[in-house]
């Protein structure tokens, strides 16, 4: 059974910066890892994705530029660095890996089948 944890959320001021992380355990191949993000009140929605050997890699309009993606397969982690973040960002975060091999990075809730607990992420303005 894979299992998928997050790392990282907290309360920060509008401007800074948080890193999350998201290890991934109990599969023996490296997949497409994606990051997602719900608030109160609204759909999850897609933040950012990375295939299975970082070489791709996709963003939300709303994030692009402002977070990051990467991995490290060596230790099974997934990160997600957030600089300039905006009171809007304030969510939970899901971590999600396919259960199939993906080639790519899928952008939909559907597409992915093994969820971390998620972290909460508050931005104050």
């Known amino acids: 059974q894979v299992q998928v944890v997050e790392f990282g959320g907290g309360l920060v001021q509008a401007g800074g910066s948080l890193r999350l992380s998201c290890a991934a355990s109990?599969?023996?191949?490296?997949?497409?890892m994606g990051w997602f993000r719900q608030a109160p009140g609204k759909e999850r929605e897609f933040v950012a994705g990375?295939?299975?050997?970082?070489?791709?890699?996709y963003y939300a309009d709303s994030v692009k530029g402002r977070f990051s993606i990467s991995r490290d397969n060596v230790k099974n982690t997934v990160y997600l660095q957030m600089n300039s973040l905006k009171p809007e960002d304030t969510a939970v975060y899901y971590c999600?890996?396919?259960?199939?091999?993906?080639?790519?990075?899928?952008?939909?809730?559907?597409?992915?089948?093994?969820w971390g607990q998620g972290t909460q992420v508050t931005v104050s303005s």
């Open positions: 990375i295939s299975r050997t970082g070489g791709s890699t």
């Open positions: 999600a890996t396919p259960r199939k091999f993906v080639v790519g990075v899928p952008t939909t809730v559907v597409s992915y089948d093994y």
């Open positions: 109990g599969r023996t191949f490296s997949n497409a």
